[in-house]
């Protein structure tokens, strides 16, 4: 395997992402951002101002200094669906950084903040892309109108019905916020990064349903194409804290298709249709050297402590199978940072093991 520093002098020309942590020159990054293929080229508009960062939620992911936690194999994976403009399917043990490459990508090319979806059993493709209180919508026609409340039922229909008596004030974009995933496909002239955590929690067809949207790069919200020519256009919320887009003729379509990364644990298949859509990428558990530099950059500690911390995780890992993850370590030396750890050796290793307990049924002792 390469070392960091052979890497850095062989890293090929048509990466874009490097892998570093380093933030990218913004003009280099806008003379280097390669074309889309032409089956992946977008025409969504107008384009929006470029989304805000959020340093200190990717210091808190990344680290000070992020830690290199990819090879060049996967450096390269990251890059081809970059230029393809594909999700990223990555998998991998829990704890190995599979979220945190979304943060990793978004920093270093400078994309803003990302946008996370966390995945439930519940979850729709709805849920990502907007959500629209209609019972919301209705209480304030009714109060706008001053309408007896045992004609709610009434009014609740003319709005699905998509009616338009309603005052100017109560603008049905005040009920709509696009999701995640919604936001994600806003017109944009650099992509988003959206992290589709956990994607193997959701239903069985939740990842096929996700196709038509991620093939067509665009979702129509059907609340706002009812209102036709009368309203073409309509301004809602995004899930961007304090910010607004407006949208024409109830569609949204990208521009720029944003860097979807996925996110999953081993616990199931996905479609070949699925798969065949996405970019693959498999994250091994950590070995030594990315295990001290994922401690270096949260804790720049004492290197000989952290060199023992990290013998006794990998003698702990070894013994449960591999069942450990990397933030089990994190842990250990957070309270190793605040002396947990000084005194008797016979009571910290016990209190190691509570704390690098298995993730799998029990094995056996130190």
């Not at 390669?34 to 990344?62: K, S």
């Not at 045992?150 to 309603?166: H, I, K, P």
Request: charged letters at 25%; hydrophobic letters at 40%; proline letters at 8%.
């Amino acid at each position: 395997m390469s070392t960091e520093d052979d890497v850095e002098e062989q890293r090929p020309a048509w990466w874009l992402f490097q892998g570093t942590g380093r933030p990218l020159d913004q003009a280099e990054r806008d003379r280097r951002w390669p074309a889309p293929p032409p089956w992946r080229d977008f025409d969504g508009a107008p384009l929006l101002a470029p989304p805000p960062a959020d340093p200190r939620e990717t210091q808190r992911r990344l680290g000070r200094v992020p830690s290199r936690l990819l090879d060049p194999v996967h450096i390269s994976l990251v890059n081809a669906a970059i230029h393809l403009r594909r999700p990223v399917l990555v998998t991998g043990p829990p704890g190995v950084g599979k979220s945190a490459l979304a943060y990793l990508i978004a920093s270093e090319l400078g994309l803003g903040r990302v946008l996370r979806w966390p995945i439930t059993s519940r979850t729709t493709v709805r849920d990502g892309l907007y959500e629209y209180d209609a019972i919301g919508r209705a209480q304030a026609v009714v109060q706008a109108r001053g309408v007896p409340s045992y004609r709610l039922t009434r009014v609740r229909a003319d709005e699905a019905s998509g009616a338009r008596r309603a005052p100017a004030a109560s603008s049905i974009g005040e009920y709509i916020r696009l999701g995640a995933l919604g936001t994600a496909l806003l017109p944009q002239r650099l992509p988003r990064v959206l992290l589709v955590d956990e994607l193997d929690k959701s239903d069985f067809a939740f990842a096929n349903d996700l196709l038509n949207v991620f093939e067509d790069g665009e979702f129509l919200l059907a609340e706002l194409s009812r209102l036709g020519a009368a309203t073409p256009e309509v301004e809602v919320h995004t899930a961007d804290r304090q910010r607004t887009a407006l949208v024409t003729g109830g569609l949204v379509r990208c521009h720029a298709f944003p860097i979807i990364v996925m996110t999953s644990n081993r616990e199931r298949e996905f479609s070949p249709a699925f798969r065949r859509r996405c970019t693959l990428l498999d994250l091994p558990a950590p070995d030594t050297r990315r295990l001290a530099g994922l401690i270096a950059a949260h804790f720049p500690a004492d290197s000989q402590a952290r060199a023992q911390l990290i013998e006794k995780f990998e003698r702990r890992r070894e013994l449960v199978g591999g069942g450990l993850a990397a933030d089990q370590l994190l842990n250990a030396a957070h309270l190793a940072r605040a002396g947990a750890f000084d005194g008797d050796e016979a009571d910290w290793l016990d209190l190691l093991e509570a704390i690098w307990h298995e993730l799998s049924p029990t094995l056996g002792s130190w």
